[in-house]
């Protein structure tokens, strides 16, 4: 079960990752085992979703990806060369948009070319920024300071501000949880089609499980903590996708599959 | 021809007690010397050392007791001219307390003002003179002449060693002080040096010095509104008020004027004998210096009255 | 998706109408600091008076006016009290921007490097605790008996704040926006100057305004040790003639400019936090 | 749910190498501050050297070390010079306790309140940018010439920078946490305490770390002024018989103990805000 | 289309009631009409879910139902009072979790308590407080620190703040939109039965039609800025609610309605 790794060319490869955490205030000392032997493989232009319960160690899976955080075991390759720490041909969201509150939106988007490329850079992209914004239906908020921006909007600009750069990879934890069925199916929409257009590998942290199956190649479902993913599905729809599918019965089937996956098939009521 | 450009420096900023130096500059003393000086302030004479030492002045007013602590750490200066001659510090008392005289000083505590160290060189050598010793009193530092109005209130002190000038800015703001301090003290106040390079390298420049300062002081004692006028361009403040101002013109004048038959600016080696024994016995000096004459000079003095 | 719809003027004052202030956010800062000085001046009045404190100790409150008066009168009329207020002016100014810029730097190399903290840090602190004075007359030695040694003074005594404060600043920086620059794979250098220093302005500030305050002691300070022609040198002058109205004259004109910087700095910080609310 | 498994070693061994640190940072900070001091030694001793500036003026290192051997022989021998630390060791604590207190009510007071802020302010700040040197005759008529007017000298000056920073920090307040807080109808008292002061911390440990430096100047400045036992005392007695060697060797003495006291305050530092990571 | 009030014993009534912001930053003074003559009723015992678009506006209601932003035009009235500021009967929870940082677990969700009643009381409250959690499955991190918890257990974490002190109203901010489907399906169950149990009214702002309906008696459509309340639907379900009903008919027919109220009947596919 373990063995969820498919061949191939790999852009970039899990090898039995684990990761505990040390907890702090709990007088003994007391150690957290948040990912377990995590391994799978993605190609180019793979997109993959990660679900899981609260708490499992998606947003934790992430962040070691990232190379934000080190491993305790185990060992994750990129392009067939050891992670040591973050990369530029990777981009991250993460759970919380963390913007900037002394910038503005536009400022906060621009951010990465900022830094990657330095301030002419950025100001060059200005019109990328814009129209990114404008699929987030921010355009109107480009001056806006984040203090008044809505919850929903903070999180799309979050994501304008990862699409900016366009990275090989994109890392998303719950990127459209904070967002109306509409909006999110417009960004799902959206997002689907930046990807395809330049190839991009993307692995993104859902709790709604018609989301990870419509955006997914394949879908990786995690256990409870200690985080172990149970099983790879690879969803075998047509690219691109349409909101029509939702309703097809293949799609119905992966449903039901994770969903059993995940809850358990013989309790609880199956309610799809 | 071209002027000298000087810099003297003064351990107060008091235009009254250094009168000779703005004299000196004012009516013109130090140009006709081909001296074009320039008259800084500090705090202290351990500060005007330091400054002459540093290379940032050429001349300096300290006290002869730090002058001798400075040549025994390896300074390298030479005191030229006495100005106060007849001591630089009184001991006061509060005529409300009854004590009369030096001798009934003995069991109490007495206050030191912060400017300097030389008062309690002063002090001792002044109760030594009419028999107190050293263990039968006792130093309290007080600060400044301010702080003395209320050590006085709360007892803490029975007198009062600073300079002429504190005690005089005492009496003018109405504190009823009297004046213990005995007769007969060798303890002569601050004159002038000069940086040692400079006296050895130019001793006409230090004769020019001294013959300007002289001529401003028999100018000074003999035109008090001059002085005052003069001063007003230095410390405008001080001398805001005339009748203080000159009240403090009197009494530095008195200080001034020379002990005995010795000629004005005249340093007596019975003096400095008092201030080397005093140190010593203070252990402010931790040894002996084997000849006083390497610190002071009388030459230009002399050459002074010979003309 | 825009408003563009008219504003209605009953909008702008219900708008006002909540953004309305309490008496005392609405009464003006004059009135509010001067009915606290008339209740300290009444205080200060009365010490003198039933205390029976000697007015060589603490004047009262008419004295110090009278000499306020003179001291102003003397300013205005391009006395030397001018002169002596226009070379304190420029040396508390020149302090104050070295000890921002000292203090900024070190505090830099001490929040940002751990070198910094472990190593200087130390040396930064027990510099501090030696007593300027003792400095005087290695400033005098240095750099003269004009201005400079006393703007050095000055920035000696107050780039400690900023130093602390930047320090403390850099620190407080939150967690997950550090993770987003380490992310960014942005270097040292760019984290600290686009993430902890803005982070850390509301800290800066408050040492700023301590450098403020500060920057006027240390000329008073030098000016005292080092002989100058400042405000400090007239309060000096004035302290050792027991003129205490005239002493406490001049040192609130003094608080007056610590007062001017202090304020100036506040109006920079409202400019550059006006991100928060 | 539990993680009851039990915990393999290596897990451990790649825990700790996780939170490995630089070699700078593993570094002991004495060695590292030995390190710094000896380059500091030898800048100061090659000055001394080659500047040939005179020793009454900037004295090497090899004869403050003479006098440091002296001061400390004199200070572990019970000699004046332990006497001096000792009483200057309980005014700096006294004062600093003293300026905590007070500077931090003043900073809630001036942090919290309108009133404060717009009132009092002022004058906290006016009174800062005064000379303390010309409060010095006041502090000894109502304190004596004891060690209380040396303890409120050390208080007076070092509560300024624990007031404004408290200020700052309890402004700082992250606006969805008082939002949390109005929403619960929590009273101003109790946002003080449970939200603003907590959030605060970092900010009054920069203020506190000062005061600590401060208080050791404030006490050497009463001395200085208004007379006293301690070291203050010491060194201006060396200072006017110009045994400067001796002056920079008490220094070093003064020096150690503020850096004891702002190492006090950072340890507590450690302790209150071990929240942030 | 405006008069959506329903007469009777109301605990909550909105008359018109109006929200401007002034934006800062913008240059020209720029003022934003989030929410337009929002006007309904609640009686004691209802629940209601409020469901429009991102930055429509409804975390703006709820801040000014619970007296933390004033409005700009309109009334709120509690039990027939005029609304003036927070009060006891209404507990809030965020959009943002808000946990502080220097408290573990266990004292934030107390925090209400110490605050209303005291330490003692919050003490004495410490059992109501382990059950929550445990409802909540945080009943381990209860001694950990925020820091240390996911991003859907931090919210979970608030929900439990704001249920200690069993306040009447409860007004809830996208409470379980970080939660997986499953612990955001037993959080449901969960908090109905808890509103049921002690008559609690409450408003949840969600992005999910399934949840509005399934949790509410009325669901009030929002439309996008500025956000006006379109149409109040009355959920005419049985109580208590069970997971099975989410696949029924009836169920089915009010996703769809909202969903046209939202997104419009004629364009966009509808996927349900
Ligand atoms: N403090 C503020 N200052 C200025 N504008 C604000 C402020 N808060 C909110 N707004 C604006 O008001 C509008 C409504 O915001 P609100 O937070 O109520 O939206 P929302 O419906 O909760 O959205 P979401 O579902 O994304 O959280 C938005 O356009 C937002 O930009
Ligand atoms: N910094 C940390 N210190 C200690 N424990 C941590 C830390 N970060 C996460 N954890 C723990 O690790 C586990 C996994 O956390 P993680 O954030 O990866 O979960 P998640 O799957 O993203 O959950 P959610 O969907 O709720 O965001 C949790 O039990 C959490 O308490
Ligand atoms: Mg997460
Ligand atoms: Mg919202």
Not at chain 2, 81 to 88: A, H
Not at chain 3, 22 to 31: A, D, F, M, N, V
Request: proline share 4%; aromatic share 8%.
């Amino acid at each position: 079960m373990h063995d969820v790794r498919s061949d191939g060319d790999a852009i970039l490869r899990l090898d039995n990752v684990n990761k505990h955490y040390r907890r702090a205030r709990s007088g003994q000392a007391d150690i957290i085992h948040a990912a377990k032997d995590v391994s799978f493989e993605l190609e180019r232009g793979q997109m993959a979703s990660l679900v899981g319960a609260s708490g499992c160690g998606k947003s934790t899976v992430l962040k070691m990806i990232a190379g934000l955080i080190p491993p305790t075991g185990g060992e994750i390759t990129l392009r067939g060369e050891a992670l040591t720490g973050p990369n530029e041909h990777i981009g991250i969201m993460f759970q919380q948009p963390t913007l900037l509150p002394w910038r503005s939106v536009m400022e906060n988007v621009l951010l990465p070319i900022e830094i990657r490329e330095g301030r002419n850079a950025a100001n060059a992209a200005r019109e990328r920024a814009t129209q990114l914004l404008e699929m987030a239906g921010l355009a109107e908020f480009a001056n806006a300071v984040p203090a008044e921006l809505s919850g929903g909007m903070a999180q799309r600009a979050a994501i304008c501000r990862m699409l900016v750069t366009q990275p090989e990879i994109l890392l998303l934890d719950e990127p459209f949880g904070a967002l109306d069925e509409f909006t999110r199916e417009q960004m799902n929409v959206e997002f689907e089609r930046i990807c395809r257009s330049r190839e991009a590998t993307a692995i993104i942290v859902t709790h709604s499980i018609q989301e990870a199956i419509f955006l997914a190649d394949s879908v990786f479902v995690m256990s409870p903590r200690p985080g172990r993913i149970v099983k790879r599905i690879d969803i075998d729809l047509p690219r691109p996708r349409t909101p029509d599918m939702i309703t097809g019965n293949r799609f119905n089937e992966y449903v039901r599959e994770i969903h059993d996956l995940l809850f358990g098939s013989g309790e609880g009521a199956s309610h799809d | 021809q071209e002027l000298k450009q000087v810099t003297v420096v003064l351990p107060g900023s008091s235009a009254m007690a250094w009168y000779p130096m703005i004299v000196a500059q004012q009516r013109g003393f130090f140009e006709e010397e081909g001296l074009e000086v320039t008259i800084k302030s500090l705090d202290g004479s351990g500060a005007v050392l330091q400054a002459m030492e540093a290379g940032r002045a050429e001349f300096g007013a300290p006290g002869p007791g730090p002058v001798l602590n400075a040549v025994a750490r390896g300074a390298d200066v030479k005191f030229f001219y006495n100005l106060f001659s007849r001591g630089l510090f009184v001991l006061a008392g509060d005529r409300n307390d009854g004590i009369e005289s030096a001798e009934g000083l003995r069991g109490t505590q007495i206050g030191v003002s912060t400017a300097d160290g030389a008062e309690v060189s002063f002090a001792r050598s002044a109760l030594a003179s009419v028999g107190v010793e050293p263990d039968e009193y006792k130093f309290v530092t007080i600060g400044q002449e301010g702080m003395a109005v209320t050590a006085f209130d709360r007892d803490t002190i029975h007198a009062f060693a600073a300079s002429f000038t504190g005690i005089a800015v005492l009496k003018d703001r109405g504190v009823d002080v009297i004046d213990l301090t005995p007769e007969g003290l060798d303890l002569f106040g601050n004159g002038l040096a000069v940086r040692g390079e400079i006296y050895r390298d130019n001793p006409e420049m230090v004769a020019g010095f001294a013959k300007a300062i002289h001529k401003a002081t028999k100018w000074g004692m003999e035109n008090p509104e001059g002085v005052l006028e003069d001063g007003e361009t230095y410390n405008p403040q001080e001398v805001e008020r005339r009748e203080y101002a000159r009240a403090l013109l009197d009494t530095v004048n008195q200080q001034y004027a020379p002990i005995g038959d010795n000629a004005l600016g005249y340093l007596p080696e019975s003096g400095w004998n008092a201030w080397h024994k005093s140190l010593l016995e203070t252990g402010e000096l931790d040894a002996a210096i084997e000849d006083l004459s390497v610190v002071y000079t009388n030459e230009f003095v002399e050459n002074l009255e010979a003309k | 998706m825009t408003d563009k719809e008219t504003v209605d003027p009953e909008v702008l004052i219900a708008l006002a109408e909540n953004e309305r202030k309490t008496l005392i956010e609405r009464t003006p800062q004059w009135l509010l600091v001067l009915l606290f000085g008339a209740a300290v001046v009444t205080v200060w009045h009365m010490a003198v008076t039933y205390s029976g404190i000697s007015q060589l100790v603490l004047p009262g409150p008419y004295q110090v006016l009278q000499d306020l008066i003179f001291t102003l009168n003397n300013l205005f009329t391009g006395g030397y009290v001018a002169h002596a207020t226009w070379i304190t002016l420029v040396e508390v100014v020149f302090g104050f921007l070295l000890a921002s810029a000292i203090g900024l730097t070190l505090g830099m190399i001490i929040g940002a490097t751990t070198l910094g903290r472990k190593a200087i840090m130390p040396y930064v602190v027990a510099i501090n605790t030696m007593p300027k004075v003792a400095f005087a007359p290695l400033f005098v030695a240095w750099f003269g008996f004009g201005i400079e040694s006393k703007i050095m003074m000055a920035a000696f005594i107050s780039f400690f704040p900023v130093t602390i404060n930047t320090a403390a600043g850099l620190a407080a920086t939150d967690s997950n926006m550090s993770m987003l620059f380490k992310s960014l794979e942005a270097n040292r250098w760019q984290t600290l100057i686009k993430l902890q220093m803005p982070y850390a302005t509301p800290y800066i500030f408050a040492g700023l305004k301590l450098a403020a305050v500060w920057s006027v002691i240390g000329v008073v300070v030098g000016e005292y040790m080092g002989g100058g022609e400042g405000l400090g040198e007239l309060v000096r002058v004035a302290a050792s003639q027991l003129r205490v109205g005239r002493v406490f004259a001049q040192i609130l004109l003094l608080s007056l400019m610590g007062l001017s910087v202090f304020g100036f700095v506040t109006l920079l910080e409202r400019y550059f936090v006006r991100w928060r609310r």
